[in-house]
């Protein structure tokens, strides 16, 4: 089955640590994003990548550093510069719909980093 | 800079009722709006997309509908069951390919 694959699911970390969180896609889709949620909030975009060997930040990226090596992958690396790192992260990859021109998104399980 | 707004924040209702939740959104220039189901603990899964040039979509018990000169979307549920419980997000989508989320409504149906 074509899908997205977070892991891990669960992670924890000591303060000044770096931690890189992994993301894979089987969907052949050229775009991939990371999220990140916080309780009662909405998903506030941290880096995404429209093709292999490029990627932008998004509206929280402090913090965060990412690849994209290959198409299937985008790890995301949460570093010591993160001043609030405990949170859940959601990857998502897309692809543009052909008749109505939509950015279908399609989500991982997420992974929740909890500092400690 | 796109916002995107949900009230209400949660809602508990017997199952049976028909629902009503509601987003709104500060940039009318959307390419679409899209609503999302998310399980406590888990990623979101796509219910309905609606264009910018539709007015509504229908899936199964659920309808979406978009007002864009008015900024608003509107998810509708009826008959709602208590497998509707979850936490239900609306998405715009404006240039640059990039989707605005809101807070999310966190829906309880009681049996």
């Known amino acids: 089955d074509g899908g997205i694959t977070q892991s891990p699911k669960y992670l924890f970390r000591k303060e000044g640590q770096n931690v890189t969180l992994s993301c894979e896609q089987n969907l052949n889709h050229d775009a991939m994003y990371w999220y990140r949620q916080d309780p009662g909030q909405g998903l506030r975009l941290i880096y995404y990548s429209q093709i292999v060997n490029d990627f932008q930040k998004g509206d929280i990226a402090e913090g965060y550093s990412v690849s994209r090596e290959k198409k299937e992958s985008f790890p995301l690396t949460v570093t010591s510069a993160q001043k609030n790192p405990t949170a859940f992260y959601l990857c998502?990859?897309?692809?543009?719909?052909?008749?109505?021109?939509?950015?279908?998104?399609?989500f991982g399980a997420g992974s929740r980093l909890t500092v400690l | 800079k796109q916002e995107v707004t949900q009230i209400p924040a949660a809602l508990s209702v017997p199952e049976g009722e028909n629902l009503v939740l509601n987003c709104s959104f500060t940039d009318s220039a959307i390419y679409n709006l899209q609503w999302f189901r998310q399980d406590p603990g888990k990623g979101l899964t796509s219910l309905l997309l609606i264009q910018s040039s539709q007015r509504e979509q229908t899936s199964g018990r659920l309808n979406a509908s978009l007002d864009k000169s008015s900024g608003r979307s509107t998810l509708y549920i009826a008959a709602s069951q208590p497998g509707d419980s979850a936490t239900y997000l609306c998405?715009?989508?404006?240039?640059?390919?990039?989707?605005?989320f809101g807070e999310g409504t966190q829906l309880t149906v009681n049996p």
């Open positions: 998405a715009g989508e404006t240039s640059g390919s990039r989707l605005t």
């Open positions: 998502a990859s897309s692809r543009r719909d052909t008749v109505s021109g939509a950015n279908v998104l399609t």
